[in-house]
């Protein structure tokens, strides 16, 4: 059964770093593009960032360029999301969904739907 899981949430001040892990099973994960979204209280869920299954290409929301990074190890079927210069706004539950219909390809979208096999989430909060 194909799965993926968030760990690393946790409380962290503003300005502080963050790294969230993803880990698929049940799949090949290498074959397979990684994404991350987020959802603050109140709100809809976003795209945050993307990374092909070769970790060739990558993509990011405006919000977290130059802050975030996305990457993975397909040999530890983990991909991550490096959280630096963290803010307030950046406070949510973090998810990492796989595209799991279409092996071998890499969208480049931040569309919720591009996406079909989500984890539980990880709560992140920024706050002092």
């Known amino acids: 059964q194909l799965q993926v899981a968030e760990s690393g949430g946790d409380l962290v001040q503003p300005g502080g770093s963050l790294r969230l892990s993803c880990v698929g099973s049940g799949f090949p994960f290498h074959h397979y593009a990684i994404g991350w979204f987020r959802q603050a209280p109140g709100k809809e869920r976003e795209g945050v960032s993307s990374?092909?299954?070769?970790?060739?290409?990558?993509v990011y929301a405006e919000s977290v360029k130059g802050r975030f990074t996305i990457s993975r190890d397909n040999a530890k079927n983990t991909a991550y999301l490096q959280m630096d210069s963290l803010k307030p706004e950046d406070t949510g539950v973090y998810y990492c969904a796989a595209d799991s219909r279409r092996p071998g390809y890499f969208s480049g979208s931040l569309m919720e739907s591009e996406y079909h096999s989500w984890g539980q989430g990880t709560h992140v909060t920024v706050s002092s």
């Open positions: 990374i092909s299954g070769s970790a060739m290409s990558s």
